[in-house]
């Protein structure tokens, strides 16, 4: 194998093929990417055995065919390491892989390519195309919601919804909820998935980077993302996952509105002294008016006034302050609003005049 081929052409997709890769090497050859040199395109493929990204890339010269398989992690740290407009050559000789541009060379071991397994894919029925950015604004919009590593795994991981008329995107740790929407028209009937945590992260970096236009299929058991440039399949979480429905609080709601980053900020400067297991921080509401509390064990405190668009009544709630600024920190608009149902409930954040984003925070006692 031996082709030549320009940094700006592989340094991404190899970037993105090598977070996929397996970095605990449980299995050895999880923590290689396959390299496949054909047909005048060269394919980059990585698995965890979870998730699989496939990458082509076209604009290579191909002296000669062939294919194995090297460390994603060292590749990738070279390669980035290059100065750009860098013209790269690739040969297997023997059992290395040898790089060269300029006036270096590196040779990498490599692993047998009858080694690297590969996800089976079996058929999807249905699939619709979407741009690729509003796919990944709704995992950005409610993947800081999921939990990691709890017990009820279903959690683990957004849930994708898909109807004839639109797409949510959910997540929720228990503790809070991200709902997301966009409008599309699709053949498929009511549908749901469970996306797991690492796929939904990778899923969103990689179509943040790739906004064009996409296609998802899905069935029980695999989702499968892919345009003419990669195609990412990830294993499913199997499981129910809560009716996120009945999360959302009803009764009278108080509408507060402001101006996101005077929250932001206000919010940053109580964090310093809020307290550093519990995260607390209180909302003191008044008409017109918004004062942010936070302190700590060593009886230290913080205290701000933020001007507000509120007419509703005079109460305190507590929050953690974590999840408030985590929820700001992705919505988009200028401005704000927080919907309270009174000091017990939960209050919703989200764009203002906009039904497509909603987050739901669980109070606090403090």
């Known amino acids: 194998m031996k082709f030549t081929v320009e940094k700006k052409e592989i340094s991404e997709p190899l970037s993105l093929v090598s977070s996929v890769a397996e970095k605990r090497q449980s299995i050895p050859v999880l923590s290689n990417i396959l390299l496949k040199a054909h047909d ?10 979870e998730i699989e990204l ?7 010269q191909i002296e000669t065919p062939g294919e194995t398989t090297v460390s994603a992690r060292k590749m990738a740290d070279l390669i980035r390491s290059v100065p750009e407009d860098t013209m790269l050559t690739f040969e297997l000789i023997e059992n290395q892989l040898e790089i060269s541009a300029l006036k270096f060379f ?10 690297f397994p590969v ?39 957004v849930l994708l919804e898909v109807s004839p008329t639109q797409i949510n995107v959910v997540a929720t740790d228990g503790h809070r909820l991200a709902w997301s929407s966009c409008k599309i028209k699709t ?38 993302v892919f345009s003419d440039n ?7 979480i199997e499981g129910s996952y809560p009716d996120y429905q009945k999360v959302f609080p009803s009764g009278e709601e108080q509408k507060l509105q402001v101006e996101k980053t005077l929250v932001q900020t206000a919010l940053n400067r109580a964090s310093v002294l809020s307290n ?37 009544d005079s109460f305190e709630i507590g929050f953690n302050i974590s999840y408030i600024q985590e929820s700001l920190s992705v919505i988009s608009k200028k401005n704000v609003e927080f919907v ?9 954040v989200k764009n203002l005049d906009d039904e497509n984003l909603i987050h739901v925070i669980m109070p606090m006692r403090l």
């Open 187 to 224: 053949d498929f009937l009511e549908d749901k998935v469970i996306i797991p945590r690492k796929s939904a992260l990778e899923l969103q970096k990689l179509l943040s980077l790739y906004p064009e236009n996409v296609s998802i299929s899905f069935n029980s058991s695999q989702l499968k």
């Open 106 to 115: 590196a040779d990498f071991s490599t692993l047998p390519v009858g080694d």
């Open 340 to 348: 309270f149902y009174g000091s017990e409930n939960s209050c919703l």
């Open 230 to 236: 990669f195609s990412f399949i990830s294993k499913l």
């Open 276 to 312: 550093e297991k519990y995260r607390g921080v209180k909302f003191i509401l008044e008409k017109n008016n918004l004062k942010i509390c936070a302190n700590n064990p060593s009886k230290e405190s913080a205290e701000e006034e933020v001007p507000v668009k509120y007419d509703g």
């Open 40 to 49: 005048s395109k060269l394919t980059l493929i990585a698995t965890d055995l």
């Open 119 to 157: 996800i089976e894919q079996p058929e999807f029925e249905l699939e619709v195309a979407l741009p690729g950015k509003e796919l990944s604004s709704l995992i950005e919009n409610t993947s800081f919601a999921m939990a990691s590593q709890d017990v009820r795994y279903y959690l683990n991981g």
């Open 54 to 60: 496939t990458f082509i890339v076209e604009n290579l």
